[in-house]
């Protein structure tokens, strides 16, 4: 598909990560036209151009932006936190982009009032920690008349569960949430010690997916000023993501319970965690846009060889 005439012009902040890295390179097999915006510390996808700035600088990043000497169909952040960064966004691509893109998160949602499923709406988001900074980052989105005073582009927010896939260590849940040791692990025979046994319900969504999604929001008007759940096509209980791994490995699973209380007590910033993760998806289905298809033990297939390959 590289060099499709419709392709359009994207840039990326970030880029080099792991999420970032897979939206550039699927852009570019996707025959768009791709920058990237990093700290210049990792190498970038083929085909991509970089640009070079800390986005806390505000001058650099000023800067790097309108050096590029282009404008952009759809900027998509992965990495903005917190209210600063979007204002950021808004100043400086209020005349540069026609969409921007907010990858937020699902911790955004106070686990104690969390629906089953989840959809967009609720009565109960975090204030503090990451979740709380994020959903900070998303009130600055929605915030209609600083958009009006500065001229926002037109805007999506997602909010994405556990993302997996290449490029990133296996594991969605305490005390094995993106455990480097894994495989060896399980290859060893020993036991998981998983908080609540691993009865949570999740979706975990592959990277590959979501990049794919974000793309497909390029001149979809029916995903401006709208805020998405994202997340993979099962739900399965975190035990069964681990069950799925070992199977794929052929070796046996061992899971030592280890009692929620217990955990929280000595580590309250995984209260995010450890609840029920699974979304209502109708909205994201009825806009048009590129909903996640990959099975499970598809991706974590393809994780599983990206990691022993590596």
């Not at 050096?67 to 540069?96: E, H, K, N």
């Not at 070992?246 to 030592?256: C, H, N, P, R, Y």
């Amino acid at each position: 598909m590289s060099g499709r005439a419709d392709g359009a012009n994207v840039l990326i902040l970030g880029g080099s990560g792991f999420l970032s890295g897979t939206v550039a390179a699927r852009a570019i097999g996707q025959g768009h036209r791709v920058w990237t915006l990093t700290r210049g510390q990792r190498p970038l996808p083929a085909g991509v151009t970089g640009l070079v700035a800390d986005r806390h600088d505000a001058a650099a990043f000023t800067r790097a932006v309108a050096g590029a000497g282009t404008a952009w169909d759809l900027v998509i952040d992965c990495i903005a936190f917190g209210p600063d960064d979007i204002r950021q966004d808004i100043a400086v691509f209020r005349s540069l982009a026609r969409h921007l893109v907010f990858v937020s998160t699902d911790f955004v949602y106070d686990p104690a009032g969390r629906r089953f499923p989840q959809g967009e709406e609720s009565d109960r988001y975090l204030t503090n920690g990451y979740g709380g900074g994020k959903r900070a980052g998303e009130l600055a989105l929605l915030d209609g008349d600083l958009g009006h005073r500065l001229g926002a582009p037109a805007w999506t927010i997602v909010r994405p569960g556990h993302i997996y896939g290449p490029g990133s260590r296996l594991g969605c849940l305490p005390l094995h949430s993106r455990d480097p040791q894994l495989l060896d692990r399980l290859r060893a025979g020993e036991p998981l010690r998983l908080v609540g046994g691993g009865h949570f319900l999740q979706q975990p969504v592959l990277a590959r997916d979501l990049a794919d999604l974000l793309l497909s929001f390029h001149g979809n008007p029916r995903t401006y000023g709208q805020i998405f759940c994202v997340a993979g096509p099962e739900i399965v209980e975190s035990r069964e993501y681990y069950r799925i791994v070992a199977d794929l490995l052929d070796v046996g699973l061992t899971i030592e319970e280890v009692p929620v209380g217990d955990h929280l007590a000595a580590h309250p910033e995984a209260t995010p965690f450890l609840c029920h993760r699974i979304y209502d998806l109708a909205k994201l289905r009825a806009s048009g846009a590129a909903v996640p298809r990959t099975p499970l033990v598809t991706g974590l297939g393809e994780q599983i060889a990206s990691l022993l390959d590596a």
